[in-house]
């Protein structure tokens, strides 16, 4: 999949190099941000068991999103990814498709959640 052209623009926020903490541990550097043309983004069913839960009298919403980034885009279930200003998380290990047959490539396919609330 190449970028779309009426497609959504995403930043992928990645934990920059470790540094050192003033103990002398490695701590993650300072976010690296990576813009990505021309991605689809959907909803993801949110019926699922767990998707809302109130705790301590406040609502806990789950909202996810299927990314769909163009074949090749570098994706890493670490990585937090902006869409329309929120900052989602990438769940499990994102994933992309090269067709046996002809060669043809399809999206890098993430799952990606916001936890409100």
């Known amino acids: 999949m190449r970028e779309l052209p009426f497609g959504k623009d995403v930043v ?3 934990p920059g190099p470790p540094t050192e903490d003033v103990y002398g541990n490695d701590v993650p550097g300072p ?3 990576i ?3 021309g ?3 959907t909803p993801r069913d949110g019926s699922g068991v767990g998707g809302n839960e109130n705790t301590d009298a406040r609502d806990t919403v789950i909202t996810g999103l299927i990314l769909y980034a163009p074949y090749g885009t570098d994706i890493r279930p670490t990585d937090r990814v902006r ?9 499990g290990q994102p994933g992309s498709f090269r067709s046996p047959f002809t060669g043809s490539t399809g999206p890098v396919a993430a799952a990606l959640e916001l936890v409100t609330g």
Not at 83 to 91: A, R
Request: charged letters at 25%.
């Open 83 to 91: 869409v329309d200003g929120q900052l989602y998380e990438v769940i």
């Open 39 to 41: 991605c689809a983004v």
């Open 35 to 37: 813009p990505v043309r």
């Open 12 to 14: 992928i926020v990645r």
């Open 31 to 33: 976010p690296v941000e």
